[in-house]
């Protein structure tokens, strides 16, 4: 039997051994066809915000060159104002924000940010004006409070108490043995979809940037915590420029406007009674939506 299992066993040895050659090989080949990282040009200037006005001028975009994911996309967002994106999975939502926040550069076209083209500005001064609330936020193995802090390392006591406050943390947090102090994170305790949502509006509350990205998380909460989050994010929203990616169509029918992509092209644009009345695609998602709510 033995005989039998030390060749069996060596066989097998050199099948891993094969596959994880392939596997390597195959993430440097992709590394090898991705995107160039994104840098500052030589002459890259300071973003210089004055209202917080976005444009975007004919965008076009794709995360490899056979495969167009944004297509002569056109939109402008008003300072102070709330724009939300919506469209059926893949249609281009997330790929939006990450064009704003310059994760990757546009094939054609031009994103502004008061008049300033994203390409001209310095990364840095770019993402300080940008606060992203992600679908799923990253929490460190420390407290709450710190996880929070994190939004802005100079933040005064007072400044992460209001941030608290203001993401409607406190009965969450006053509910824990050690309040804010409580460790999360894998190693501590683990916070549901929807806290860790709130932890993510904290931070940006105390980051202060004129701009926000809101990427609604994808799975359902239920209607406590989602109203929690949208009381949250009104006040997060109030005086700045918010792009809001959204999957529940429920939460953004305050919307200054409301953008449907579909395939990555802006099919419709309007408020939620206009796109209502214009008894198009939103209309069809809304009233697919009530369905299964
Ligand atoms: P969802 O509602 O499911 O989050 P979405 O509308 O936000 O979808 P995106 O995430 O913007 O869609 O993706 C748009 C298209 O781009 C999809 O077909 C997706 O497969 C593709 N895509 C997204 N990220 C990448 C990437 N890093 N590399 C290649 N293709 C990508």
Known sequence: MIQLFLPLNFLGFVYREIRRALTDLENMLGLLTRKPLISDKANAQQLNIQHADIEFKNVN???????????????????????AVVGASGAGKSTLARLLYRFYDIDSGEIHID??????????????????????????NTSIRDNIAYGRPD?????????????????????????????????????????????????????????????????????HSEQAILKAMSALASNHTSLVIAHRLSTITDADTIIVLKEGQLIEQGKHDELLKFNGEYARMWELQQKTA
Do not use: C, W
């Open 61 to 83: 975009f794709g995360y490899h060159p056979s495969r167009p994911i944004i297509k002569q996309l056109s939109f402008s967002i008003k300072a102070g104002s709330k724009v």
């Open 115 to 140: 008049g300033q083209q994203l390409t001209s500005v310095t990364l840095n001064s770019l993402r300080q004006a940008i606060a992203i609330v992600p679908q799923d936020t990253v929490l460190f």
């Open 155 to 223: 933040a005064t006591a007072q400044d992460i108490d209001n941030a608290i406050n203001m993401a409607h943390l406190r009965s969450f947090i006053d509910s824990l043995d050690k309040g804010d102090q409580t460790l999360v994170g894998e190693r501590g305790l683990k916070v549901s979809g929807g806290e860790k949502q709130r932890i993510a509006i904290a931070r940006a509350i105390l980051k202060r940037s004129p701009i926000i990205i809101f990427d609604e998380a994808t799975s359902a909460l239920d209607s």
